[in-house]
């Protein structure tokens, strides 16, 4: 059982930066596997990225690769997604998801996480 609160989401120009927390609840942060993910009105859920449990295993979708970057915080209970080089087409609601399914060191599918974040707001201007 984990509850997940997201922030740092903006307005940003394109090519700027941003930096994503997600807090988590709990004492056993350590356990979960996390990721992000974004979703557009309209437009199916998206992965962007995720990280083992300990932070030494990370996978990202192609389109942001080299420009992303997902760590943990596991004293903190805190995951984190720093974002570079914003692109238009980054726009969309963020969400952090935690999985404590076991079978595998990191999840890219939706369908794997059990709790999700309410999301927030990242808007690229071109």
């Known amino acids: 059982q984990v509850q997940l609160v997201e922030s740092g989401g903006g307005l940003v120009q394109a090519g700027g930066s941003l930096r994503l927390s997600c807090a988590a609840s709990?004492?056993?942060?350590?356990?979960?596997?996390m990721g992000w993910f974004r979703q557009t009105p309209g437009k199916a859920r998206e992965f962007v990225a995720t990280?083992?449990?300990?932070?030494?295993?990370?996978e990202y979708v192609d389109s942001v690769k080299g420009r992303f970057t997902i760590s943990r915080d596991n004293a903190g209970n805190t995951v984190y997604l720093q974002m570079n080089s914003l692109k238009p087409e980054d726009t969309s609601s963020y969400y952090c998801?935690?999985?404590?399914?076991?079978?595998?060191?990191?999840?890219?599918?939706?369908?794997?996480?059990?709790?999700w974040g309410q999301g927030t707001q990242v808007t690229v201007s071109s």
């Open positions: 990280i083992s449990r300990t932070g030494g295993r990370t």
């Open positions: 709990g004492r056993t942060f350590s356990r979960y596997i």
């Open positions: 998801a935690a999985s404590g399914r076991g079978s595998s060191v990191y999840y890219t599918g939706d369908y794997m996480y059990d709790y």
